[in-house]
């Protein structure tokens, strides 16, 4: 079953409106529409910017949230209708940085994803062990429960229009890439989750390896067979350094 690469920028709290169009100067010339699929995400206040300038281009754009509300009394949130009105294609969903520093919950996650999939937005699932999980052998029952709960709500037939981030927490930011092996391992073992739900639909998931991915390493983890692509921070708010990320996708 072969699996379109993808490649997506976490920009996380970085980026002014005016930034961002900098590096679009420099990347959006850049992109073709073959070999990986090429999603932004950019601040709430780089969004809309981001979104204009990408219509029209293979670059797609998704937000660093969403809620599961389309409107109402939520102050500070944002819905999936305002997303869809700015042309955004889709939401990263449960962060890491989300979940430890504000409250993002499996079961919040559980309204959330079936949320943007009924809108038409596609989710990018991030799910990953801590340092002291790992340390604890925890690391596959923090994984299922993560993927099974905040899964639970969608239906078996929507699996494939999810893509899943494994990002073990230990690895964000840090400089320290998970081997290999280890990176291998937890996807494989992600995709076997899905099996549980549907053999078929599981082959089509796309799973992402995030934390320090850069130019030197990602060739390397993008080779493996159970990793689909990459969710890039750091390395990714330079338009260079993130091109040569998207260029080392192995052709589908
Ligand atoms: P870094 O690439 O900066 O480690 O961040 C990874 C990440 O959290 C992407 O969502």
Redesign the pocket.
Known sequence: MSRRPYV?A?W?MNKTASEADEFLDAFLPTQTADGAEVVL?PPWLALQRVAERCAGTPVRVAAQNMFYEDSGAFTGEVSAPMLLDIGVDGA?LG???RRQFFGETDEALARKVPKAIEAGLEPIL?VGETQAERESNDTESVLSHQVLTDLAEIHTDDLAKVVI?Y?PVW?????L?ATPDQAQESCEFIRNLLRSRDPHKAEQVRILY?????PGNAEELLALPDIDG???????LDPADFGAIVAAAPAE
Do not use: D, R, Y
């Not at 690895?171 to 400089?175: E, K, L, S």
């Not at 995030?210 to 850069?214: F, I």
């Open positions: 997506a976490n996380k995400c990263i962060h890491s940085e991030c981030a990002e690895a964000i930011g840090t400089g890439t995030g934390g320090s991915v850069k990459a969710l890039v921070g750091g390395a990714a």
